[in-house]
């Protein structure tokens, strides 16, 4: 009871999944490539962008190719179902499919009429569970086995359409009907549970490299036109030695964007040059509570930009700003010095000296803006 509500669920999926694939969904992938992914197999097209990689595969699926495999790529195909990989071959150009199935001791047949619809030739099933007696075929040529250890699945008479064998420690699957994995044919419910038969020999979740029309590898795989265009035309090359010149040229010049500057400018000046220059200079206005002013407003307007806090608010209210933004540190000396700042009354020269020297140590040891 338990296989048989299995097999309806499967079979219910099977009809949904060949009757809900659009025209619109096509755009991403033929038919065949969307049920393997609904299978949920991952499945990587093999293209140009990203040519064949055996070793990242667990099955090679070969769909109505248009051009043979080149030898050595047949050779590395031959080695990859011996190591245990699975080949399915489904169709394709009448040499692209001789160069294959010659290569695992087969043989093609032309026959003189299309075949349609094909039997299964076995009694026994090869796919016990969801057995399909009839498959939609359309072909032109059959394989003939001469191999003992190959099983002919699907056929009429003595004309082999699908075979199975083992070769090594894999197994291939040859099919003469490009059109059995078509996008028209796996609409056909033999076709597509066919399909669902194979796969189900198939590890869960298996790596499956999909070739449709075109097997390609980094043999095989195309140049690209840009990379043909410069390196392997005159002008292209002489376009790349003449870049290669200038790149030289301009790089021994030491000029890439103007003329360089020098790592340490010699003629800068110190900050407690500044702040001695402005000390003498009010001494001798006798202004000095002007210069304490001067250096309280420049150092206030600094810590403002540096901890972004309105240098205008009153002492108090700045000192909160101030430690809410963690400016004040643990001892208090920013705090003593701001109030030191603050002071009203006469002020000797060696204390306003003093005073405009603790402003300069905090600069230089907070690195906050240096007065200009």
Known sequence: MRILQK????????????????CDSLEQGSVLYLILRKLKFRVTPISTEFPSRLKRYDVLFLQDLNDAPLETEIEKIQDFVRDGGTLIVSGGNHQAMEKLVVAFNLRLRRLERRLGFVQRISDEPFFPLHSVDEIHARVYFVIDAFERD?????????????????????????????????????RNSGNATFLYNLMSTLP?????????????????????SF??????????????YVCLILFVFLTLRGRRFGKPLDVRENNRRLSSEYVYAMTRLYQKADTRM????????????????????????????????????????????????????????????SQLLEMAKRVEAYRETSKIGRAK
């Open 290 to 349: 002007e210069i304490l002013r001067h250096i309280r407003d420049r150092f206030r307007s600094d810590l403002g930009i540096r901890w972004r806090v309105n240098p205008n608010l009153d002492t108090t209210t700045f000192l909160e700003e101030l430690t809410q933004r963690g400016a004040v540190d643990e001892e208090g000396k920013l705090k003593r010095l701001i109030r030191d700042l603050e002071r009203s009354g006469n002020l000797s020269e």
């Open 7 to 22: 097999s309806v669920l499967i079979l219910t999926l099977i009809t949904l999944i060949c009757s809900q694939i659009s």
């Open 227 to 240: 990379t043909t265009l410069v390196f392997k035309t005159p002008g292209g090359l002489a376009a790349v």
């Open 150 to 186: 190959v099983t002919v699945l699907y056929g009429k008479g003595n004309d082999a359409v699908v075979v199975t064998l083992r070769y090594g420690e894999g197994r291939m699957f040859f099919s003469t009907s490009a059109y059995l994995f078509s996008d028209n044919g796996l």
């Open 204 to 224: 869960r979740n298996a790596r499956i490299g999909l070739a449709e029309e075109k097997y390609i590898t980094h043999e095989s795989k195309p140049p690209d």
